[in-house]
């Protein structure tokens, strides 16, 4: 054994040792060359069979301890890579290296540690904020009692508040629901190694619950018993590609008179078009568009990309009787690709009303046969709210591409990047921009659907606009001009070193409400499992470029955070209505990202999607038309795990009378996580990565899937206490509903169909609970 401790702690101190000498060499912290160096001393020592190289190992502890604490506090998941690795050591050197110790002296020394480790790890884990002491309240007045219990919209209304007036499951009994059943959409025969995904939110309306799938079949379904009532399985052309994924389907009532498809269902599809189906049957509606199907593509120029760069994703609004749409558009594979233009349809006859090309707002009429839209203008890829009232479609938009280098963007791009734009409904024209972001160089699109609801003001409620942001900032508009109805501050950002950038001084901040962007990151927040991984993200932090929020892309590493999650992404965030709560689900994630040379990334065999000479295992995107290439990856270990610590999901309710947090809690926990993907089982309180939203109901429960934990919960809303969860076969990356059956039962639903890239899986479930 001694031999086999002298190489244990001979490699542990060159480990330490080496690469610690580099990290404070990068101006890092100097504590891992130091306890490298006594480390080897104490391998020295221990070949001898002296015990005082024990006794060095132990002081070497004692030492991590206090520097640990004094480093990040009493916070179990920072210490644990601090102290876990060297605690294990210092216990197999007390027993079983040759010291000539007592055993009196090696039990005591084992209790003490062992309280100790258990003392601080346990008080870290396990020790958290009481919830508030919130008095059980009354539940509200129902907000819209003309609903019927149906949910009608993608977000439930036009408003999109994700509200519903249903309260039959309360905190008192939501322990005692229970699957009620299960539908199972169906896959293609490639989805498991392609992006057919679910992250579908169905509707509820007269009786039948409609949905779709990633390769655009639409169905309806008993919603009492989940058995198909009808299915469409769309004509698609697979091989056009697209982002195989469908949000939501749209329910229209046609106007008094119409013969054909009186009600009808609207869906965009994986291969760029329009379609119309009846609601009942689900048979073709042949008067809308060319037999039932309006082409997307038309006007567009497709000719010129490679198929499979465009396609809707999210389902069309219909405001004043016009079908808005928009499109999903590939990302950073070029400074020329498809165009960003929205459309309004007539949802009857499927004839285009108006169009709005960011790079020509002025021009409405649809073109001619021949003519194109501006490429390379931004899209409005999420789903859309509107204002009946106001005529107003509200479209949240990203930034013309490539999405880390803006040199090539015009002036009518960048008006329109990374904002909200609001406009006319029935004739496409802009009535107000406000933007989010001045020259997007961080892939910060406005990926939530802005949120519709009245805010409470000194001089009483405002109609106002609410968007949830990547960057983890809530800003809240007037939305009948745009106006902030809460302080926006310009604060001066980092400064781009890419020659010719025309990068923004000043940046918006939403600091008149909370923000979930986090504090900036610092050598003390990177993290691992072992301190050796943790040394090693250390030295990653010190070599990128990191000045805070707005950190520019350069010819070299950088890091952005928050990251390609945000923040807030396009699960968008849910309010309630009748209490003036916000439910905000967030992200704490950086990324790593990396301009190389054009040179270069062609040896890499990093060229555009569709592109032969592509390489598949070709890393980031290609930025074709610019000099250089990206590198982008999530912020991680060689073990696979985020460089920065834990929590890295939160579920937080704001108050929007006093815009203050009324509580937050850790969300999702590491039942699913691990080093190299591989889940270990441990349901500690990791705060998980989220994709996807919430609801909330006048029952006082927020229900919510969306962690990659795979589980699917029902929250108390006024103190943010798990009241239920159920473990699903695949993660549920969609935003649930709730409806009321025939049965007079509510009923949950959401679509449980993983997502592999995120480690959840992939499964076709739609599942629906009821109370037991």
């Excluded at 519903?164 to 008192?172: F, N």
């Excluded at 968007?467 to 950002?493: H, M, N, S, Y």
């Excluded at 209505?577 to 994630?589: D, F, H, K, Q």
Aim: aromatic share 10%; hydrophobic share 40%; net charge negative.
């Amino acid at each position: 054994m001694r031999t086999l401790s002298f190489l244990l702690l001979l490699i542990t101190g060159l480990v330490l040792a080496l690469p610690g000498a580099w990290l404070a060499m990068l101006g890092g912290s100097l504590y891992y060359v130091i306890a490298g160096v006594l480390i080897l001393i104490c391998a020295f020592l221990v070949r001898r069979g002296s015990a005082a190289g024990i006794g060095l190992f132990w002081l070497v502890l004692l030492g991590t301890m206090i520097w640990s604490l004094r480093e990040v506090g009493m916070d179990g998941w920072a210490l644990m890579p601090r102290l876990v690795f060297l605690s294990v050591a210092a216990l197999w050197l007390l027993w079983l290296a040759p010291s000539g110790l007592s055993a009196g002296t090696r039990l005591t020394g084992t209790v003490v540690l062992l309280a100790t480790m258990a003392g601080v790890l346990g008080y870290s884990f396990f020790t958290v904020a009481a919830p508030p002491d919130i008095a059980a309240e009354a539940i509200p007045p129902a907000m819209h009692p003309d609903t019927e219990g149906e949910w009608t919209h993608y977000g439930n209304s036009l408003h999109a508040t994700r509200y519903s007036d249903l309260a039959q499951i309360t905190p008192a009994n939501a322990a005692n629901l229970e699957q009620a059943w299960v539908y199972h959409a169906g896959l293609m025969s490639n989805d498991a190694h392609s992006a057919h995904l679910y992250e579908t939110t169905p509707l509820m309306v007269d009786g039948l619950l409609y949905g779709c799938t990633g390769h655009s079949a639409v169905f309806a379904l008993d919603p009492v018993t989940g058995k198909q009532v009808w299915r469409h399985d769309t004509k698609i052309d697979i091989s056009a590609g697209g982002r195989g994924l469908c949000r939501g389907v749209t329910f229209f009532r046609a106007p008094t008179g119409t013969g054909e498809c009186p009600t009808r269902i609207l869906a965009g599809t994986v291969d760029n078009h329009l379609i119309a189906l009846n609601a009942k049957t689900g048979e073709v509606c042949h008067g809308f568009g060319k037999d039932g199907s309006v082409d997307l593509s038309e006007n567009e120029g497709l000719d010129k990309f490679p198929r499979g760069w465009i396609n809707p994703t999210s389902p069309p609004a219909i405001v004043h009787g016009t079908a808005v749409i928009g499109s999903y558009i590939i990302d950073d594979q070029s400074t020329f690709v498809p165009p960003g233009v929205v459309r309004g349809y007539d949802p009857v006859t499927g004839k285009l009303k108006w169009v709005f090309d960011p790079g020509r707002p002025n021009d409405h009429a649809p073109l001619q046969p021949g003519q194109v839209y501006t490429p390379s203008t931004p899209n409005a890829w999420p789903a859309y709210s509107g204002d009946e009232e106001l005529g107003l479609v509200y479209l949240p938009t990203g930034m013309g591409s490539p999405d880390f280098y803006g040199i090539n963007r015009t002036p009518e791009t960048d008006r329109f990047s990374s904002a909200v734009v609001a406009l006319d409904a029935d004739t496409g024209e802009v009535r107000w921009v406000y933007q989010m972001i001045h020259h997007d160089l961080w892939d910060y699109d406005n990926a939530a659907q802005p949120v519709l609801a009245d805010f409470p003001t000194a001089s009483g409620p405002v109609p106002a606009l609410i968007e949830a942001t990547k960057t983890g900032q809530i800003f809240v508009l007037d939305r009948r001009t745009g106006k902030p109805l809460t302080r926006v501050e310009e604060k001066p950002v980092p400064a781009s070193t890419i020659p010719g950038e025309r990068w923004s001084r000043t940046e918006p901040f939403s600091s008149g409400m909370p923000n979930f962007a986090g504090p900036n990151l610092t050598e003390a927040d990177m993290w691992g499992i072992t301190p050796f991984d943790q040394l090693y993200c250390r030295i990653k932090f010190r070599q990128a470029d990191y000045r805070g929020y707005y950190t520019p892309p350069r010819l070299g590493p950088s890091i952005r955070s928050p990251g390609e999650l945000g923040g807030i992404d396009w699960g968008s965030v849910s309010v309630d209505e009748g209490r003036a709560i916000l439910v905000v689900n967030s992200n704490l994630m950086a990324d790593y990202d990396r301009f190389i040379p054009r040179a270069q990334a062609d040896a890499e065999g990093l060229y555009i999607v569709g592109d032969p000479r592509r390489r598949k295992t070709a890393p980031g995107a290609a930025m074709a038309g610019t000099p250089y290439a990206v590198h982008w990856t999530g912020f991680l270990s060689p073990l696979g795990i985020p460089c920065q610590r834990p929590p890295y999901g939160f579920l937080t309710a704001v108050d929007l009378k006093t815009q203050k947090v009324l509580w937050q809690q850790v969300f999702g926990d590491a039942s699913n996580s691990g080093p190299y993907g591989v889940a270990l089982g441990l349901p500690l309180p990791l705060g998980a990565p989220n994709i996807g939203g919430s609801i909330v109901t006048r029952g006082g429960v927020i229900f919510i899937g969306a962690s990659q934990d795979k589980h699917f919960r029902a929250v108390a809303e006024a103190t943010g206490k798990v009241l239920w969860q159920v473990a699903l076969a695949a993660g549920g990356h969609a935003t649930p509903m709730t409806y009321l059956g025939r049965d007079g039962k509510q009923y949950v639903l959401i679509a449980a169909g993983g997502q592999p890239a995120f480690g959840t899986g992939i499964d076709d479930s739609f599942i629906a609970y009821r109370l037991k």
